[in-house]
Nanobody
Framework: QVQLVESGGGLVQAGGSLKLSCAVSGTIISIDTMGWYRQAPGKPRALVAG???????NYVDSVKGRFTISRDNAKNTLYLQMNSLKPEDTAVYSC???????????????????WGQGTQVTVSS
């Protein structure tokens, strides 16, 4: 069973920083693209940043220069360093990962995009 578990969210004042982590566990063979998404109240979930296995990154314009996405392939962990936070960054942040894993119950390798449960980030003005 592949699981993604986020941590690092919380309450911070505007201008502050937070670092989110997303640990992927299970019978993992490889992880391709990973990403961070966020969903603010009343809005659809949207991509914040993505990173390929080789380290190529992309960001939504509103976070460029403030957020940095990174990953540790040896630890199957994704990170999001968030600096100069603004109230409009307030949202539930979720990670996702394109995971190739072995399913012992089925005796098969399967590839799926998996999601974490999300972590709340609240930025006060």
């Amino acid at each position: 069973q592949v699981q993604l578990v986020e941590s690092g969210g919380g309450l911070v004042q505007a201008g502050g920083s937070l670092k989110l982590s997303c640990a992927v566990s299970g019978t993992i063979i490889s992880i391709d693209t990973m990403g961070w998404y966020r969903q603010a109240p009343g809005k659809p979930r949207a991509l914040v940043a993505g990173i390929t296995r080789s380290g190529h990154t992309n960001y939504v314009d509103s976070v460029k220069g403030r957020f940095t996405i990174s990953r540790d392939n040896a630890k199957n962990t994704l990170y999001l360093q968030m600096n100069s936070l603004k109230p409009e960054d307030t949202a539930v942040y979720s990670c996702n990962a394109d995971v190739l894993a072995y399913e012992p119950s089925r005796g098969l390798n399967t590839r799926d995009v998996r999601w974490g449960q999300g972590t709340q980030v609240t930025v006060s003005s």
